[in-house]
């Protein structure tokens, strides 16, 4: 499965890339039913909710607190990174935002108020930090805790 995610290089520029998410058979969850495709489990940190405000249509220029894995309940996003590059994202479509430094990027929403998901993540679980393909570093809590270490 691919994802979508925004990244800051080192100078500060933001950029789009791709991350694949490595999926595997699982046993079928009942009698007759196909299995489910399913990834390994990474850990979160924090999980949030938020609602964008009905009629605000554009977030100038930002950095997220922390990297966020996002995924939109309702309606659409675009965002724009500060290479120049624009991407639409519809509901139910996951986004890595991970422009923590930087110049960031900005996000032009529709006028009706949408909420949306976001998972909060250690640095190691999904992606190195400053890789564009995002190389999955970490397994489980322990090599988790090596690779924060290193940081």
């Known amino acids: 499965m691919k994802c979508l995610r925004i990244y800051a290089t080192p100078d500060g520029e933001s950029h789009f890339g791709e991350v694949e998410i490595p999926m595997t058979a699982k046993v079928a969850v009942a009698p007759g039913a196909k299995p489910f495709q399913v990834s390994k489990r990474y850990l979160a940190s924090s999980v949030e909710f938020t609602q964008i405000p009905a009629g605000m249509r554009q977030v100038d220029w930002h950095t997220v607190p922390a990297r966020i894995l996002t995924v939109r309940l309702t309606g659409a996003v675009e965002y724009e990174t500060s290479d120049g590059e624009v991407r639409h994202v519809s509901a139910g479509e996951f986004v ?43 397994d489980d809590a322990e090599s988790l805790q090596r690779a924060q270490s290193r940081r």
């Open 96 to 138: 890595l935002v991970e422009d923590t430094h930087g110049k960031g990027h900005l996000s032009r929403h529709s006028q009706t108020s949408k909420p949306f998901f976001g998972s909060g993540y250690p640095t190691a679980s999904i992606c190195h930090p400053h890789s564009p393909r995002g190389i999955a570093v970490a």
